[in-house]
Nanobody, 123 residues
Framework: VQLQASGGGLVQPGGSLRLSCAASGRTLNNYVTGWFRQAPGKEREFVAAIHWSGTPTYYAASAKGRFTISRDNAKGTVYLQLNRLKPEDTAVHSC?????????????????WGQGTLVTVSS
């Protein structure tokens, strides 16, 4: 499964972006899909994940109340809506997928990764 994240860009603090994750070769419909991010000089961290059926969803504490993960299986796409963005949200955001049960808060549970998309929050 080859994944591609898109939708990043430059946004002012308090702004919003919607990231998309799509797969080539196979559909994402049968995979748990997660979003992770890596800020400059920091380790990659979990943001959110969603079961193939749409529920349940999982969020990092920093994402709860501001970000929403969703999926449209008809389009084979997973989304991450980013609201009320802060400068500390600046990072490369990557999507990942797994067909297995596991600790979805951990990047080690995900076997498929795509190149990320850069989100920059700055005034």
């Amino acid at each position: 499964v080859q994944l591609q994240a898109s939708g990043g860009g430059l946004v002012q603090p308090g702004g919003s972006l919607r990231l998309s994750c799509a797969a080539s070769g196979r559909t994402l419909n049968n995979y748990v899909t997660g979003w992770f991010r890596q800020a400059p000089g920091k380790e990659r961290e979990f943001v959110a994940a969603i079961h193939w059926s749409g529920t349940p969803t999982y969020y990092a504490a920093s994402a709860k109340g501001r970000f929403t993960i969703s999926r449209d299986n008809a389009k084979g796409t997973v989304y991450l809506q980013l609201n009320r963005l802060k400068p500390e949200d600046t990072a490369v955001h990557s999507c990942a997928a797994t067909g297995y049960r596991g600790n979805y808060y951990s990047e080690r549970s995900f076997g498929y990764w795509g190149q990320g998309t850069l989100v920059t929050v700055s005034s």
